[in-house]
């Protein structure tokens, strides 16, 4: 395999991840308040996109060791 290669491997995976961590909140708050319209309203903030990320980002990490 040639470096060029390599390189464009990793910047796909390196967006992908990027893209993950963008777009992923906003598809679980999306999920979660189409599952329980009745008792979740959670507005898609900054703030709720943030939170998201770190209890599941968090959730996960600790999954990983």
């Excluded at 290669?5 to 390196?14: T, Y």
């Excluded at 963008?22 to 979740?40: D, E, H, K, V």
């Amino acid at each position: 395999m040639s470096l060029t290669g390599s390189l464009i491997k990793l910047a796909i995976g390196i967006a992908f991840i990027l893209i993950a961590i963008a777009i992923g909140p906003i598809i679980g708050i999306w999920a979660l308040n189409t599952l329980f319209p009745q008792y979740l309203n959670i507005p898609l903030t900054w703030q709720t996109w943030l939170a998201f990320n770190i209890l599941f980002g968090g959730s996960y990490a600790r999954l990983k060791k």
